[in-house]
């Protein structure tokens, strides 16, 4: 799990392929945790992180979890934005702002694959997070 205070600016990450994103304080820091599962939920790395994740949860003191999504399955169950012109491939994005709301932001790098650092925002989506009692476990 990667991590950083959510001090005063949003917080972009990814790109994204079934991580899940945290929000949480703990010991009074408010911080977004970026879970890196692997490609597929029975992958040891995925299940590595998961219990990690799960660990960290009931460590004392506990983190107060706030929020948490997989940006990820936003565009996977509803489709995903279509191509344009020259678009080359597509990736997701979390973002968490610092008032706690959570997107999940659909790009589409430009030029081909030429231009490896511009990107068309193709979709971006407000999520509502899982609810509370289920962030201590991370779902399949």
């Not at 040891?44 to 997989?70: C, R």
């Amino acid at each position: 799990m990667t991590q950083t205070p959510l001090a005063g600016v949003d917080v972009l990450t990814g790109p994204m392929s079934g991580c899940w994103i945290m929000v949480y304080t703990h010991e009074g820091v408010t911080t977004v945790g970026h879970v890196g599962t692997f490609l597929k939920p029975t992958d040891q790395k995925s299940i590595a992180a998961k219990a990690a994740w799960a660990a960290f949860t009931q460590q004392v003191p506990a983190p107060q979890l706030i929020a948490g999504f997989n940006p990820f399955t936003h565009w996977k169950e509803r489709g995903f934005p279509l191509k344009v012109g020259d678009d080359g491939n597509g990736s997701v994005y979390a973002l968490v702002t610092t008032d706690h709301r959570l997107y999940s932001i659909y790009l589409y790098r430009q030029g081909g694959n030429a231009a490896p650092n511009t990107y068309r925002i193709a979709g971006l989506q407000e999520i509502v997070s899982v609810p509370r009692s289920a962030l201590t476990h991370i779902p399949d």
